[in-house]
């Protein structure tokens, strides 16, 4: 049976792909700690790991958290969201945060030239 | 047609119900101008209502702004969400923002009285 | 000549009115910073009250700090802000940090029965 | 009749100037969304362009938001300020947010070569 | 072996009280991630408890979370934390966040009559 | 006798060290009322140096305040906290304010290449 670690691993990596691994390693027990959380939350019923993922770029956005907003982009797509619907939660924070927060995180996502934003 | 303004105060009842008026009414020109911007993003397309919730709920649980979130918990109900999605995008806001706000949120989820949390 | 905390509990009575004292008063030493410090800035040239005021409600507002911020109101209207001048500069937070905060800082300054607000 | 958007470019260019148009040209909707609501906002009464441009200054400061502080630095020039009065708002915030934003703000604002500070 | 859920509730009996169970009763599935993860955290090495919540003090203020900032005062005292020590805690924040998030906390100690803060 | 600016130099000498003087030097005014403000608060009795930078560390971690940060991690060294200590104390804010801030210091505090931490 996994322990919490390797099945944490295992999510981040279904999850953020290569980036996960890459956020991990240098975090000594910080990273070790962050793997078991995120395989205890992201492992839970309930949200599909498409809605997860909305809900975790809005929450990055107005929080203003662009290194890991970056990595959640990657994972956005990672588990089936499309271009537009990462654009569009990025607009969804309008209202609740208001722009800084949204032009960063905008210029972020078009800043990794993700396809398809202008069609 | 509708005018902005109409089409803002139709979405919010669609979306937020009665309490959709009752956070307008009393708020002068800002009430305007809040129903108008609702209906700009609320009426976009790419995310569905449900999809604009777990967002909505996540994004005012890492903010801590408890009025709005009691608003949306309910909103989120409207358009579909159960009582334990609504839970648990609450605990997946614990790797991004800390206990502190997912206690503020889930003790004001549980004070709603909403059915069926610990089925 | 006065020392800072004479200043500063000076220039505390003529912005926030018998408010500032009330806020001082059970605070011990973090009292005496705060009275220290606010003569310290209030003192200072090159922005008048009005405009200092009008700085300092917007702040509160975006940092959702309501018991402050309802000192500040009455600060406001002390140094000769109108009501609806306070309520433009809560409307003006919005592209900034988007309604919730506005929304919070609008119900707490209707609430204060402050006149000719929907003149 | 001019449109909202229309309406909120020429807004934008007589604020924020070149900068404005910067903004916005690479945002697609959001773009358009916040050249909306910057007109909505700045059009309206009650408070002048410079006691706006001092609000924003001291909010975009105690919310970190350093590339949009940037652009409204330059804002607060184009609509009246003085360098003196900019590096005021900014040393205005400390007691309601501390030194650390208004640290950062001030080397923003110093980094930019504004003249005249030390006079 | 104690799983991490009983380290964390002896863990938390031992730092909060019953004031720890009390947060953790109402929570559901929260409460049980709750307690894991404040075992992971208080039983690693490097730091004192009593260090430790000075840490959570001076964090809890900044972040305004009064709730949890009043299970930390009483956890601060449990620890060996004298009163004047916590009080001193709230009054360091100010450099870092100013003065309304330690106002309001401090208003907080106060009013939980704290012996000794006077003397 | 030392006035208020003379004795905060000596005391951010002695906290920061050098960076003290760096982080002062460029911003005029505001440097002086921060070297003033830092002289009163860490003149203080009741916590100790190391204690004060614990609480430092902790609360710029959760503010996401990084240049700062590096300031004081080098502080923390200076007033005898060990490399260990200063990572524990990140490590710790996890519960509070989640993984986005404690990864950012994590990562900070690493490319210091302060010695022996991953002992």
Redesign the interface.
Known sequence: MKNRYEFGMEMLRKVDGQAGEE?VA?????GK??A???G??YG????SLR??E???????T????E??LKVHIRAGLNVGLTP??I??????????????????A??LL?GMNVQN??K
């Open positions: 956020v240098p975090l000594g027990d910080l700690i962050l078991e959380v995120f205890d939350i839970r019923d309930h949200l809605e997860r909305i809900a975790t770029i809005a929450m990055l107005v929080l203003g958290k290194p890991q537009k619907e654009e569009e939660t990025i607009i969804h924070t309008v209202p609740y945060s208001g722009f800084p927060p949204a032009i960063n905008m210029n078009r934003l202008d």
